[in-house]
C-alpha cells in the first residue's frame, strides 16, 4: 500500500520568496516514482515535476525543484521566486514503476493550498 | 500543445440515471486513467486502462462503473444509476507510459447528481 502526507493545509509566502511544500510518503515498493502536481482556483491538474526512487539527482523544473531524502520518505516542493500566478493546490502523489502491474496507479496527497501575498 | 479534452464540463442528473463522461486522450499516449475529487479535496483513483482493457480499479470502482475505450480515440465513463454520493468533479488522464510520466489531465467534468 502506498501513503502520501501533506502536512501543511494552508501555506503563505510573500512574492519573489522562495516556499517549500512538504510532502512524506509511505510505500512497499523498491521502485516509485514521486510527483507534484498544481491546481488552480480554475480546476484542472497541472504536472510540476517528476522525482524516481532511483534518480540520485533532485529534480529541477525552471522555478520547481524536488528536495528527494530517500531516508526520510520525503519529497518537498520548492518553489522559488513566488509569482502570483503560484496561488493554487499543490498535491504531492506517488505510484509504483513497472515492472508492477499496478503501475498505472497513483495515489495523492490531501494537498496544501498556497496563497502568494504580493 | 496536446491536451486531454473532456466533455461535457458540467453535468447535472438525477439520482438514478445514467451518465456517460467523455473524454478524448493525448492521441500518442498508451495509459488512460479516471480520477475523482470530491469537492475540492483529495484525488481519488478510480481506474485504469491500458491495451483495452482494465489494468486496474479501486474499491470505489464498483459495478455501476464502467469504462470503454469504443473507436481508438475516445474514452469514457459510464455510471449506470447515480447516486448523490457520486456528486464530484471527474478527471480523465493519460501518459505515454507507465514509467517517469506525469499524466496528462482534461479540465474535468463537474457531475451533480441531484
Known amino acids: 500500500a502506498q501513503k502520501i502526507t501533506q502536512t501543511q493545509p494552508g501555506m503563505f509566502v510573500q512574492e519573489k520568496e522562495a516556499v517549500t511544500l512538504d510532502c512524506t510518503y509511505d510505500?512497499?515498493?523498491?521502485?516509485?516514482?514521486l510527483f507534484w502536481y498544481k491546481q488552480p482556483s480554475s480546476g484542472e491538474m497541472i504536472f510540476l515535476i517528476y522525482?524516481?526512487?532511483?534518480?540520485?539527482q533532485n529534480a529541477t523544473e525552471g522555478r520547481y525543484s524536488l528536495n528527494f531524502q530517500k531516508a526520510r520518505k520525503s519529497a518537498n516542493l520548492v518553489i522559488s521566486a513566488s509569482q502570483l500566478g503560484d496561488s493554487a493546490m499543490y498535491f504531492c502523489?506517488?505510484?509504483?514503476?513497472?515492472?508492477?502491474?499496478?503501475?498505472?496507479?497513483?495515489?495523492f496527497g490531501d494537498g496544501t493550498t498556497l496563497t502568494v501575498k504580493p | 500543445e496536446p491536451e486531454v479534452t473532456q466533455t461535457p464540463s458540467h453535468q447535472v442528473t438525477q439520482m438514478g440515471q445514467e451518465v456517460i463522461l467523455r473524454c478524448v486522450p493525448i492521441?500518442?499516449?498508451?495509459?488512460f486513467y479516471w480520477y475523482r475529487q470530491i469537492l475540492g479535496q483529495k484525488v481519488e483513483f478510480l481506474v485504469s486502462?491500458?491495451?483495452?482493457?482494465?489494468?486496474?480499479k479501486s474499491e470505489i470502482f464498483d459495478d455501476q462503473f464502467s469504462v470503454e475505450r469504443p473507436d481508438g480515440s475516445n474514452f469514457t465513463l459510464k455510471i449506470r444509476s447515480t447516486k448523490l454520493e457520486d456528486s464530484a468533479m471527474y478527471f480523465c488522464?493519460?501518459?505515454?507510459?507507465?514509467?517517469?510520466?506525469?499524466?496528462?489531465f482534461g479540465s474535468g467534468t463537474r457531475l451533480t447528481v441531484v
Open positions: 488522464a493519460s501518459s505515454p507510459g507507465q514509467g517517469a510520466y506525469g499524466y496528462t
Open positions: 502523489a506517488m505510484r509504483g514503476l513497472a515492472p508492477r502491474t499496478n503501475a498505472g496507479k497513483s495515489t
Open positions: 522525482q524516481g526512487s532511483y534518480d540520485e
Open positions: 492521441s500518442n499516449h498508451l495509459y
Open positions: 486502462f491500458y491495451n483495452n482493457e482494465i489494468s486496474e
Open positions: 510505500t512497499s515498493d523498491q521502485s516509485y516514482g
